[in-house]
T-cell receptor
Framework: DGGITQSPKYLFRKEGQNVTLSCEQNLNHDAMYWYRQDPGQGLRLIYYSQIVNDFQKGDIAEGYSVSREKKESFPLTVTSAQKNPTAFYLC??????????????FGPGTRLTVL | AQSVSQHNHHVILSEAASLELGCNYSYGGTVNLFWYVQYPGQHLQLLLKYFSGDPLVKGIKGFEAEFIKSKFSFNLRKPSVQWSDTAEYFCAVNGNAGNMLTFGGGTRLMVKP
């Protein structure tokens, strides 16, 4: 089945530690995205990548880093510089074809808790 | 910059009641509009979308939304809700040249059986 996988589902981290969240897609999509979901705030864009080896900051990139070495993979690192990292993280992807009209497909999410 | 407002944060309805969730956006140009739904424990999934043409859009599970350009609104409706509609609903807008979506804050709907 085609889709987006994120791992792990739950992640616990001690303050001061970096942690990497995995996102893999087998939809052959060019574009991938990371969002953070907090209660009452909807989804906020952290980083996005429209092509391999290229990525751009979203609205709340501070304290996060990404890489896009392969088309199917877009890992997110939450660094110790992120002041409030406890949240639900969603990965998404979309095709770049004009007919797609920017519909994004989402993974199941990773819930990160900082202890 | 574009922004999206969902004024109802929590809605509680009884089964068979009618539903209307508000969504307003701020962007002066052409927009693509979406409603996503997140059922408990499940992926965020697309409910319906508007790109052009008929401003009344029909989606899955009996949902529909109407794009009213003059009001910058894209409200979601369903004539008769079911307990299985309990979920969080997100309105999203794409109005710029890239693939970026801007999401509203979400509305939690609880349907009482």
């Amino acid at each position: 089945d085609g889709g987006i996988t994120q791992s792990p589902k739950y992640l616990f981290r001690k303050e001061g530690q970096n942690v990497t969240l995995s996102c893999e897609q087998n939809l052959n999509h060019d574009a991938m995205y990371w969002y953070r979901q907090d209660p009452g705030q909807g989804l906020r864009l952290i980083y996005y990548s429209q092509i391999v080896n290229d990525f751009q900051k979203g609205d709340i990139a501070e304290g996060y880093s990404v890489s896009r070495e392969k088309k199917e993979s877009f890992p997110l690192t939450v660094t110790s510089a992120q002041k409030n990292p406890t949240a639900f993280y969603l990965c998404a992807s979309s095709t770049q074809l004009p007919s797609s009209y920017n519909e994004q497909f989402f993974g199941p999410g990773t819930r990160l808790t900082v202890l | 910059a574009q922004s999206v407002s969902q004024h109802n944060h929590h809605v509680i309805l009884s089964e068979a009641a009618s539903l209307e969730l508000g969504c307003n956006y701020s962007y002066g140009g052409t927009v693509n509009l979406f409603w996503y739904v997140q059922y408990p424990g499940q992926h965020l999934q697309l409910l319906l979308k508007y790109f052009s043409g008929d401003p009344l859009v029909k989606g899955i599970k009996g949902f529909e939304a109407e794009f009213i350009k003059s009001k910058f609104s894209f409200n979601l409706r369903k004539p008769s809700v079911q307990w299985s509609d309990t979920a969080e609903y997100f309105c999203a807008v794409n109005g710029n040249a890239g693939n970026m979506l801007t999401f509203g804050g979400g509305t939690r709907l609880m349907v009482k059986p």
